[in-house]
């Protein structure tokens, strides 16, 4: 198993240009999730699915979408880059009634 | 809301000291603790976790309790190593908050950096 994989690794964007972060598990977890990380801030949830076609908004949403056409993929969407969202930017995915989730590589975002 | 609260950092010790990392956290229903390492350029794993009060998580020599009426769960080793150098996150999954799943939303503490030298 391949676990929980994410592309691209790094990515440098300009203001107002559109990105789609990927992320994809081979658990068949139902439940996925994206989370942004900043120094001195944790980690912070975007958006979260808990099954195919099923989507809601975590912490900080705003700027982000999400659709989940498949169990397997969850990608993250930003429609018009702002340097607030320089982050690094993780994905995970959990099965049902397992506390642990399971976190991908991560993807470092830089917007310029 | 939730909220989870850990020890400033970062954190400096040599190898074989003994480590604490405070936690405290708040939450509306009865959630469930963990405890997140990040080595350094890699995505978290979880390292322990404790699902109800008075139980004690461990793993690796780590080991943290859940203590509802502190509301804290606090990590702790007798002698760290080297290979412990990572970030760790205190973290927590209130089923309440998280439309009654088990695999619920997860609220983070901000992060400690831990270093050990040789």
């Known amino acids: 198993n391949a676990g929980v994989t994410q592309t691209p690794k790094f990515q440098v964007l300009k203001t107002g240009q559109s990105m789609t972060l990927q992320c994809a598990q081979d658990?068949?977890?139902?439940?996925m999730s994206w989370y942004r990380q900043d120094p001195g801030m944790g980690l912070r949830l975007i958006h979260y699915s808990v099954g195919a076609g099923i989507t809601d908004q975590g912490e900080v949403p705003n700027g982000y979408n999400v659709s989940r056409s498949t169990t397997e993929d969850f990608p993250l969407r930003l429609l018009s880059a702002a340097p607030s969202q320089t982050s690094v930017y993780f994905c995970a995915s959990a099965g049902q009634g397992d506390y642990e989730q399971y976190f991908g590589p991560g993807t470092r975002l830089t917007v310029t | 809301g939730d909220s989870v609260t850990q020890m400033e950092g970062p954190v400096t010790l040599s190898e074989e000291a003994f480590l604490t990392i405070n936690c405290t956290y708040t939450a509306t229903g009865y959630p469930s603790l963990f405890w997140y390492v990040q080595y350094p350029g890699e995505g978290l794993q979880l390292l322990l976790k404790?699902?109800?009060?008075?139980d004690k998580g461990s793993n690796k020599g780590f080991e943290a309790t859940y203590r509802k009426e502190t509301t804290s769960f606090h990590l702790e080793k007798g002698s760290v190593q080297v290979s412990d150098s990572a970030v760790y996150f205190c973290a927590l999954s209130d089923p309440l908050n998280a439309g009654g799943t088990s695999y619920g939303k997860l609220t983070f503490g901000q992060g400690t950096i831990l270093t050990v030298h040789p």
């Open positions: 658990m068949n977890h139902e439940y």
């Open positions: 404790a699902t109800k009060a008075d």
